[in-house]
């Protein structure tokens, strides 16, 4: 408090006790018990009034205690089941539940993960794959603050996600490892890498990588089955010190359709775990090959990237021509690249409008969109001279190709000029515009299509350091260049629109949901959300028949089948009280991801441990984490003081006592006749 306010409040009670002497004690007739009363009574009054007008401000020290998090992520997938160790993870939480001195001490929350992530309230090891990157990615958003620590109940063999050693926790991670850790001699097919398309009588190549585990030497028969039939064999060796083996056939696209294949390895001799040793995969064979056009106004490393990720499909043919270069490239390509524009593609733009010809525009600083606005493309920018970093928000309703989330949330941001993007054609968004953390509806990706031309849009450049952060997250370029083949078959391909899109994949794997989305418009190729969309499913094996209706989720119409059998399918939408209707095919294959493994994942779990300044114990050593995190001097309750400061006008109760004491004052002397 201020010494001129002391000051102001010492005045106030001098005169407070000098009007109240003068009233009630200077030459006053009262008896001394009425003196007295009067004296008391009128000078707090008095005195809270002088108060409320200097108005002094009150300091107040609050303390708080913050215990630390003790974050505790539980495997909820179905591999705890398949491994036997659900009563293990039960004994395991209770311990930590029922002890006091644990409890005392931290702030414990339960987190169960599986595909998704959910506050515990019941285990039932159900989820179809396991995430350990979300539950560490859940924990660190819900208990932001860096006091505490992490205790991971899991086997450590993730089906899904961001590899969980490339993740950053803020808080030391201490793994219980869940299930056998004995190592067992294992023959498996790590991963399959094949381009989604390929062409009528050419050949298109396959990346299947083997992993071994054990310590002899021994040989194997490798297969890939077309329909029951052998197209490719091969045998494979391996030893102590050879124990990945990568695959590269080239198999032979004869007719146009979707393909499915299986690849399989021979087990060994009295091998465990037999489901991991096959795989299946699918092509797509289209009729026609694929020549791609980028035009540039500046040199930049997302032009190589580019033609580097889109040429991983061996029948595109890309070049790179500058501007100032252009001659007739175009003229058969399938569509083309433009790449930051400016008033030097004016040509080329007329040339593009008059062939109807589909085309991506990449925007970034040196774009010019005073020139872009006045080309009337159906986008336009109010752009400012400054720039800003645009993250990627993913929506999964888009629908004019498949694509599924390939972590785009993780990926370093895109460079554009600032300013509101307007679209005034039909359109979809692939990702918005996240601006530090802050999600808007401003398109990042979009789609546009009017008078059979395709347009799309990448509002941002620096898309180089997709690709790189996406082989940092999965040790592959696959999920990258699938994406961007994905984009470059839609703009490729001349298909005349239908009002009724659906949208489905070749292969779903069994016990996974299987989604289906639609997208129906009118006759003006509106978005037409009265109708009703009803699914025909028909298993081509036994021929049994489902009929299923969509469902209307925001602007799509969505259908989600669950615990279909394996085999092939075939379905057939239609739309109630119109002659639309729509055919396809996928196949379900009895694919266990969560019974790949027999094991638990436990060198993985130390190391991923120990990076995070952690350390891994056995579920059998449950009591030995408990004592140390109870003992652990680095973690305890930390006392935060917050200064509060109040002017004592807030005080109501102060003005009622003033009232009070007045109302008090007047009936007293009205009683006595002094009124």
Known sequence: MQTNTILLILLALLLSLSIVYFQYLYKSQDSRNRKAFFFVVRFFSLF?????????????????????VLGVLIDNSSSIKFLNQTDTVRSVVHKIESNKALRTKFDIQYVA???????????????????????????????????GAVVLLSDGNQTSGIDYEFTNPKKPVFPIIIGDTTRYQDLSIRQINVNAYSYVQNKFPVEVMLIYKGNTPVTRRFTIYQQGKSVYTQNVRFTPSKKSVTINPHLTARKEGFHFYTASVQPIENEKNVQNNSKKFSVEVISEQTKIVIVSSISHPDLGL?????ETNKQRSVEIVLIDELKNQIND???????QPNNKFKDLLTSIKTQNLNYLLISGAATDWNFINQQQLGFSKQAIHQTENYSADFNASF?????????????????????????????????????????SQQPLIATLEQNNQKTAVIFG????????????????????????????????????????????????????????????????????????????????????????????????????LEDLPSGNYTYNVGVEGQQIQKRGSFSVIASRIEEQFHNANSDKLTRFANATGGKAYLSSEIDRLINELNSDATLVTTQKSTLKEQHLIDFKWLLALILLLLTIEWFVRKYYGKI
């Not at 390509?333 to 790449?339: A, D, I, N, P, S």
């Not at 993780?410 to 530090?436: A, C, T």
């Open 306 to 310: 580019l033609k580097k990720s889109l």
């Open 113 to 147: 993960f599986g595909e998704d992530v959910r506050v515990q309230d019941s285990l039932r090891f159900n989820e179809h794959q396991t995430d350990i990157s979300k539950g560490l990615q859940a924990i660190q958003n819900l208990y932001q603050s860096p006091n």
């Open 333 to 339: 390509c399938q569509f083309v690249v433009l790449y």
């Open 48 to 68: 809270s009034l002088f108060l409320l007008l200097i108005n002094p401000t009150i300091e107040q020290t609050l303390i708080e205690y913050n215990k630390p």
């Open 399 to 439: 629908l004019p190709f498949l694509q599924k989330d390939i972590g785009f949330k993780n990926f370093p941001p895109l460079k554009d000029q600032f300013g509101e993007v307007l679209i005034s054609r039909e359109h979809q968004q692939l990702l918005s515009q996240n601006v530090l953390g802050i999600s």
């Open 461 to 560: 450049e620096g898309i180089w350091k997709w690709r790189a952060t996406s082989y940092l997250m999965n040790n592959s370029f696959h999920d990258f260049d699938e994406f961007i083949g994905s984009l470059a078959q839609y703009l490729a391909s001349n298909k005349k629109r239908n009002r009724l899109d659906v949208r489905a994949a070749a292969v779903y794997p069994a016990n996974l949901p299987i989604h289906l989305s639609a997208y129906y418009t009118d006759e003006n190729y509106q978005f037409d959300k009265r109708a009703s969309l009803l699914c025909t499913l028909v298993n081509e094996e036994n021929k049994a028949i489902k009929k299923i209706p969509f469902s209307l989720v925001n602007d799509t119409f969505q259908l989600v």
